[in-house]
């Protein structure tokens, strides 16, 4: 029978089988509790990740100004008197290295998606694109057609997903903050092709740090992946001004688009 308002009943989370306790309050709205709640914290990780690819760069900027490594030999007294025209080779060095400035950006974006990714308990959102995706993708297919206002492709590709791993929030969440990631040196190609380097730079750390985009990297819908091909939409368009070649890469790419989100 049904609970009755104020009780309360013992169940298992039926996405990974943890300990679940559902609450009927008194308005006769239904709560649902992980028991326990899993509190991990990563900042240490994140923080020491960010100490490390700082101080990497930093490094690999002064030894890769020429004849720098000599001079600091000279004394502290002519180190001390050019450090700014040193400071600035340096900066320049290293903003002449995109693979090294995006892939930098791209790990502290990437390690901000992952912080606490499973804390939380799936939303009610979440929740409801989870049972969409729990048949086979025709069924998936129907499924998300009655229950979901997006297109299928996300539906599917996490159709795909859970197979290919564990049922839990992390490894569910994971598949969105990919995506989100992903969209970092996407942005870096979009702002290098339509304006120069460090547009490209500005807008790589721009979504990297936007906290929007880290929120919606670890809620389980489509909506980093809107991002990531609006991004590639905008690229290949581009990109089609210049060479008409590319013309099935951006086709692909805006159907990929309206697949994702109306």
Same mark, same amino acid.
């Given at each position: 029978s049904e609970p009755t308002v104020g009780t309360s009943e013992a169940l298992t989370c039926p996405w990974d089988e943890t300990p679940t306790l559902r609450v009927i309050l008194q308005d006769e709205t239904e709560q649902v509790y992980r028991l326990p709640v899993r509190v991990l914290s990563y900042s240490?990780?994140?923080?020491?990740?960010?100490?490390?690819?700082?101080? /990497?760069? +930093?490094? %690999? =900027?002064? &030894?890769?100004? $020429?004849? !720098?490594?000599?001079?600091?030999?000279?004394?502290?007294?002519?180190?001390?008197?050019?450090?700014?025209?040193?400071? /600035?080779? +340096?900066? %320049? =060095?290293? &903003?002449?290295? $995109?693979? !090294?400035?995006?892939?930098a950006v791209t790990l502290v974006g990437g390690a901000l998606r992952l912080a606490h990714l499973g804390d939380l308990s799936l939303v009610l959102d979440e929740a409801a694109m989870w049972q969409i995706t729990r048949g086979g993708l025709g069924e998936t297919v129907l499924n998300n057609a009655t229950g979901n206002s997006a297109p299928p492709l996300?539906?599917?590709?996490?159709?795909?997903?859970?197979?290919?791993?564990?049922?839990?929030?992390?490894?569910?969440?994971?598949?969105?903050?990919?995506?989100?990631?992903?969209?970092?040196?996407?942005?870096?190609?979009?702002?290098?092709?339509?304006?120069?380097r460090k547009a490209g730079y500005f807008g790589a750390l721009l979504i990297a740090l936007a906290a929007p985009q880290i929120e919606y990297a670890q809620y389980l819908r489509e909506y980093s992946l809107s991002v990531l091909l609006a991004i590639l939409a905008l690229y290949a368009y581009f990109k089609l001004r210049e060479n008409r070649n590319g013309s099935l890469w951006w086709i692909s790419v805006w159907v990929a688009c309206l697949l994702t989100q109306y």
């Open positions: 240490p990780l994140v923080w020491g990740l960010i100490a490390v690819i700082v101080g /990497s760069m +930093a490094g %690999a =900027a002064v &030894l890769g100004v $020429p004849g !720098l490594a000599a001079k600091l030999q000279s004394g502290s007294a002519r180190l001390k008197a050019g450090v700014g025209n040193r400071v /600035s080779r +340096a900066a %320049a =060095a290293l &903003l002449r290295q $995109p693979l !090294l400035v995006v892939g996300f539906a599917l590709l996490l159709n795909l997903w859970q197979a290919a791993g564990e049922r839990s929030e992390v490894w569910l969440r994971l598949l969105p903050a990919i995506a989100s990631t992903m969209a970092i040196p996407a942005m870096y190609a979009l702002g290098r092709r339509v304006f120069d």
